[in-house]
């Protein structure tokens, strides 16, 4: 008789922060230029432990008032 595998319905709560590379890829820019803006504060970011998260809605806040070209 096989067990059926149980699988948790996903989660329907707006996340609060996404990683940095996560921000990157959203923003249009490399991994490496992310993290290089997060280390300057032009990134806007918490630390946990050792990781790195960028809050969704002080990106949005950065967003909002950077200057545009």
Do not use: N
Not at 19 to 25: C, L, N
Not at 26 to 53: C, W
């Amino acid at each position: 008789m096989a067990i059926a595998a149980t699988t948790r319905p996903k989660k329907t709560e707006p996340r609060l922060c996404i990683s940095v590379p996560e921000a990157g890829r959203q923003l249009g820019i490399s991994r490496a230029h992310a993290f290089k803006m997060a280390q300057s504060g032009e990134l806007p970011t918490i630390r946990f432990g050792k990781r790195v998260l960028v809050p969704i809605a002080a990106l949005e806040r950065a967003l909002q008032v950077a200057p545009s070209h």
